[in-house]
């Protein structure tokens, strides 16, 4: 029998799609060091799991559609402290980050229609604009240029009838770009001029380094009508399997069409908000000793890998990926041999393949995505065994 050709066509994950080679290799006996995926390996924080363990109703119900008001009151008190103003009517609570993206997707645009975003961007936006039938619109922004936005002009050219968004990413991921607040001025401006929505992900924006200060659309002024920001616990509180996003924006009429989304599925998961709501209590001081601990990671896996005269990468200014330029052919086949051929002391590292974190056909093949959350000596050893592994590569 035939299936979709939204079954057919939807990307694979090049963070997940090689888990089955690396599974073999585990098999073998032989150590892996997981470089691939954004699972940071940082405590969740013990208040996460004592609220759900306090939890004290006798029957697991289903709860609001759009969220718990416990949940979002605590956001709106956590979002204060930025100086970001918000009610409870600006937030929808989601099935973490990636139903976020869906349901923002879903709101803006029709079935063909245009969303123009600067790549290489988070793989998985590629398989939610295939479930939402939207066209992604790339940007392509340059290793040599830290992955700042290009000139405005490039955005230009990608404005089209169709087009109804600037997706953006800041702190990025997959590069660690965090974006000035003079990019985002200007890309704000851009929306407003033709009247299109700014989308960004902000799941990162705890996640700067040296003293850099993370800017947020929801300060860009005169533009409350059209900023949509996609938030998440996950990395925030490292409670990835939590599944708890959100979609935060003032305009009333997005947050209409996005809770009846919500209604549709029915509820977010209830006893993770619970445990969301005590992370949200925590002081904001928990911040500190967690950047710091990646601010050193990022220094340790740069300071390895720019000794290599054939690597280009600029150091990132936030969230904990590297996006960098290898003297390669081909990613994919790298990142295969690293787990089917090659080992060292019987260790090996997974990473995740450049090309599919752009849109662009071709783009991103001598690259790859490397995220620094396994603890400091793993990732030394880790980083030390891509040049080993760089010197014996002949594909």
């Not at 445990?275 to 990671?297: N, S």
Request: hydrophobic residues 40%; aromatic residues 10%.
């Amino acid at each position: 029998m035939k299936i979709s050709a939204r079954a057919q066509s939807i990307q694979e994950s090049p963070i997940r799609k090689l888990s089955g080679l690396a599974n073999a290799a585990k098999k073998r006996g032989t150590i892996v060091y997981h470089l691939n995926i954004g699972q940071p390996d940082i405590q969740t924080p013990e208040v996460f799991f004592k609220k759900i363990i306090d939890y004290k109703e006798k029957v697991l119900s289903y709860g609001p559609s759009d969220g718990l008001e416990a949940l979002k009151e605590a956001m709106v008190h956590y979002f204060d402290y930025f100086k970001i103003k918000l009610e409870n009517k600006n937030i929808v609570i989601a099935t973490g980050g990636s139903e976020a993206i869906s349901f923002a997707f879903n709101a803006v645009a029709d079935p063909g229609d245009e969303i123009i975003v600067s790549e290489p961007f988070y793989t998985n936006y590629n398989g939610y604009a295939s479930l939402c039938n939207v066209k992604l619109v790339p940007v392509t922004a340059r290793a040599e240029e830290g992955f700042h936005l290009p000139d405005l002009e490039e955005f230009e050219k990608r404005i089209g009838p169709r087009t109804r968004a600037v997706l953006l990413c800041s702190p990025n991921n997959p590069t660690g770009t965090v974006y000035t607040v003079e990019e985002l001025k200007a890309i704000g401006a851009f929306a407003k001029k033709h009247d299109l929505y700014l989308i960004a992900d902000e799941v990162y924006k705890e996640f700067t380094y040296d003293g850099k200060i993370h800017f947020s659309v929801l300060q860009l002024e005169d533009l409350e009508d059209r900023v949509i920001v996609v938030d998440s616990i996950s990395k925030r509180y490292s409670a990835c399997g939590a599944r708890i996003g959100a979609v935060i924006s003032r305009n009333e009429e997005v947050m209409k069409g996005i809770a009846k989304f919500a209604q549709a599925r029915l509820c977010p998961p209830t006893l993770e908000q619970i445990g969301a709501i005590g992370a949200y209590e925590l002081p904001h001081d928990y911040f500190k000793g967690v950047m710091a601990e990646y601010q050193k990671r990022r220094d340790i896996l740069c300071d390895i890998l720019t000794s290599h005269p054939g690597i280009v990468l600029q150091k990132p200014e936030g969230a904990f990926y590297i996006m960098a330029k290898l003297p390669i052919a081909d990613g994919e086949t790298f990142a295969r041999w690293l787990l089917n051929e090659f080992t060292d002391q019987n260790e090996t590292v997974m990473i995740a393949p450049g090309e599919g974190f752009y849109s662009t056909p071709g783009k991103g093949k001598d690259e790859v995505r490397l995220a620094y959350v396994i603890e400091a000596v793993k990732l030394e050893r880790a980083a030390k065994l891509l040049l080993i592994a760089l010197d014996r590569f002949k594909g």
